[in-house]
């Protein structure tokens, strides 16, 4: 695809597109996590520009205000797949990666769309039958605390915005760089978004994802995890690749937290690469 993209729609509506790098090389499609945009891949697509690589990073559902539907049940995984399925549409088959929700996001992309997704490169979190098992077999249940906590509507936000310096030393808490956290504050916090990424949250009530066809993963998938992550267990991690029939490849970055994009952008882009190799 030789020309730029600036935005693509689906169901009414519209997404916003952040599309650089040499316009004839091979599409990588990153999607970001919570609460951040896709200015958290800003330094990974530098590197993976540098091999040549093009990078397409969409804001995705209820993170920019013309794709920010009212209900919670808008937000099911199931619309967030299709979502990126629109953009895959558009851009023919690519390499996919995510982090955080954007990870979650992608093995089911990547499941429900096989004929779109060229390799998998899924970042924090693991597979969702594997997040679920090891929810109910694990500590994943105590690390996951604040997912009962952002249930609350309206409540999360306002008290985020009335006292921001709570919600930066949350963020600093679990790791997050100080430059990310400013970031989030005047991309998310600042302009009254935040509640589009917690609605993330608030659909998995309606999500339900269930073993069987339709779950396993067929492309090349590279799984990264870090050990420094408060919100992912290791139980979790272990169990992703039992999702994978194609070729697959598990990395542990010890003594990096959970925001490895932030963190380590540069290592990042060297697995993406490979595995789109």
Known sequence: MTERITEFTRSGLVFPVVDSGPIDGEIVVLLHGFPQTPTSWAAVSEHLHARGYR??????????????PPRRWQYRSSELAADIAALLERTGPAHLVGHDWGASTAWLTASSYPHLVRTLTAVSV????????????????????????????????????????RFEAFLRASGM????????????????????GLNYYRGM???AVKPGEGTRIGCPV????????IALSRAGAELAGEYVDGPYRFVVLDGVSHWIPDERPEQLAGLIADTAT
């Open 205 to 207: 009530p309606f999500t």
């Open 126 to 165: 693991p597979h969702p039958l594997a997040f679920l098992r090891a929810f109910l077999r694990s500590d994943q249940a105590l690390k996951s605390y604040y997912m009962y906590l952002f249930q609350v509507p309206f409540v999360p936000e306002f008290l985020a915005r009335r006292f921001p310096s």
């Open 222 to 229: 590279t799984y990264v995890w870090s050990t420094d992550d």
């Open 177 to 196: 760089p100080g430059p990310a956290i400013g970031t989030v504050v005047d991309e998310v916090l600042a302009p009254g978004l935040l509640g589009g």
């Open 55 to 68: 990078t397409v990073v969409p804001w995705q559902r209820g993170y920019a205000r013309t794709a920010t």
